[in-house]
């Protein structure tokens, strides 16, 4: 057996597929009718594991701008041992992510009830696309590399399509992303159009771009799509890094508590298999606790477990109860759609559900849920005190300081708030909050001209509807495939509040 391989997270299941096979779920599951992710899986025992964290560290000196260089000069493939999925150096993609920092944040601090020197800031904005995403975009990349992808694709609340547009236009790839319609904010719409991502603007939310994108991935392999979500277990070996980051900003001491906001749940997958596999080699002697922080108007995760009791239960997870719920949310006066001010983990169906009820698992981990108004106070108050960050990675700091109030966090833990995105990304909800100006509806009634820039890039407006996304991707190819929607409009007239 090779010793990097994908393997179905399934107990009853456990099938490997090769690295350079390309899958977005377990194809021996779906042949059975289930649905289950993938893990990148190793046989550590034939790799060079390091002996103590501290063997990184060293590659902070490293100089110049040859492969050496460039991969220790990266955030991410500055730990490459603990990924070794790749094969060769040379196929390895990096546009200089992870360079982030850890703050010790004692101002903040006592504001949410925590002792001074207790409280830590990870800041993830400082990425290159200014969130969290570039880590696990570097080794998506590097897979898409490795299998010769040409096109690659994702679903987006907005921040791993301004990733994804990033690395593809670096990589010389084509970029395709997904946005809900009127669904992302600003700042990172501005982004995939300026790196030269097609961005199609679908009628729908990010749970409707995600179900289509894997659609389009799977049943549509003539159009050659990779798929970028975190349902792609490569991303989430990029995004275990943040952790040994965080580890490493602390002298590789293990903290008492990792705070990360919830979306559709890949970051906190990736935490809770980075400290599993460090515990497995004998690197760290104890596992830090997990909180997941959902936005209540988009917490399945907070429900299934806190009220539902789903667990990882060894792997057999109780996916009845998780169905039973989403038909009740499908039935209810939301019609199944999650909403909060905190845009980018608006989703209501995170495909890696399974993976963070083992995450938990793994870090005795708990979940908890806060409303909007308490995410833009707490994003003010990491504004006033900190670099400031987008809505829904304040949700952090808020549920860190309401499990502080719970007793559940003690005040002299010491607790590593992780900050997912830029201040930036978002900046009408930073206006709205001080000034009440809400300047989307302002957008809404301001002048519209057709863009006449040698590079302008429109959005591309497509409902809801296979055959117009396929046209949209690829006339040619809806043209061969007889399908008669081929060549929608791109330029077609849409109102600009509907981004
Ligand atoms: N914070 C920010 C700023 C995000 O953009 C996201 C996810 C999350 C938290 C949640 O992370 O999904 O791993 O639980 N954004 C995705 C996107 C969904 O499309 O940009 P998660």
């Not at 101002?107 to 993830?124: H, M, S, T, V």
């Not at 982004?191 to 289509?212: E, M, S, V």
Request: glycine share 10%; proline share 5%; with cysteine.
């Amino acid at each position: 057996m090779e010793v990097a391989f994908q393997q179905c997270m399934d107990p009853d299941c456990r099938s490997t597929f090769g690295v350079e096979e390309v899958h977005v779920n377990c194809p021996a599951c779906s042949k059975k009718g289930k649905s289950s992710l993938l893990d990148i899986a190793y046989d550590w025992s034939r790799l060079p594991v390091p002996k103590s964290l501290n063997f990184f560290e060293h590659r902070w000196s490293t100089k110049g701008a040859g492969i050496q260089g460039a991969l220790d000069f990266s955030g991410v493939w500055r730990f490459r041992e603990l990924m070794p999925f790749y094969r060769k150096e040379s196929d390895i993609v990096t546009i200089g992510e992870g360079r982030t920092c850890m703050q010790n944040a004692v101002l903040l601090a006592p504001q949410i009830g925590l002792n001074k020197d207790r409280l830590f800031l990870q800041y993830e904005g400082l990425n290159p696309s200014g969130s969290f995403k570039d880590n696990g975009m570097a080794a998506a990349f590097t897979h898409a590399r490795m299998v010769g992808a040409k096109r690659v694709a994702c679903a987006s609340t907005g921040n791993t399509s301004a990733s994804l547009a990033m690395f593809a236009s670096l990589s010389e790839t084509t970029g395709i992303v997904f946005i809900g319609s009127g669904k992302i904010a600003y700042g990172k719409l501005s982004q995939a159009l300026d790196y030269g991502a097609k961005t199609l603007q679908i009628q729908g939310d990010f749970d409707a771009c995600l179900r289509r994108v894997r659609q389009i991935a799977v049943e549509q392999p003539g159009l050659g799509i990779y798929l970028m979500n975190s349902v792609n277990p490569f991303r989430l070996e990029g995004q275990k890094t943040i952790m040994y980051r965080v580890m490493e900003a602390m002298d590789w001491e293990v903290p008492d508590w990792i705070v990360v906001p919830g979306g559709n749940l890949g970051n906190c997958s990736a935490f809770g298999k980075a400290f599993a596999e460090l515990k497995e080699f004998g690197l760290i002697d104890r596992v830090p606790r997990l909180a997941v922080i959902q936005a209540a108007g988009a917490n399945p995760l907070h429900v299934l477990v806190n009220e539902r009791g789903m667990k990882w239960n060894g792997g057999r997870v109780d996916y009845d109860t998780m169905k039973a719920y989403y038909r009740e949310q499908d039935a209810s006066d939301t019609g199944g759609h999650a909403h909060t001010i905190a845009s980018a983990i608006e989703i209501g169906r995170p495909v890696n559900l399974a993976k963070a009820l083992r995450a938990i698992d793994v870090m005795n981990g708990i979940v908890r849920q806060v409303d909007d108004e308490t995410i833009l106070e707490h994003k003010a108050l990491v504004g006033r005190f900190g670099f400031g960050c987008e809505p829904a990675s304040a949700a952090s700091v808020a549920g860190a300081h309401m499990l502080i109030k719970e007793g559940v966090i003690n005040k002299d833990d010491r607790v590593v708030c992780i900050l997912t995105g830029h201040e930036l990304k978002d900046p009408d909800a930073t206006v709205k909050y001080h000034t009440g100006i809400d300047m989307k509806s302002v957008q809404e009634t301001a002048k519209r001209t057709r863009p006449n820039g040698r590079l302008a890039n429109l959005p591309i407006p497509v409902p809801d509807d296979l055959d117009a996304i396929i046209a949209a991707i690829a006339p040619d190819a809806a043209a061969a495939m007889g399908n008669k929607k081929a060549g929608v409009d791109p330029l077609r007239h849409v109102p600009i509040s509907e981004y």
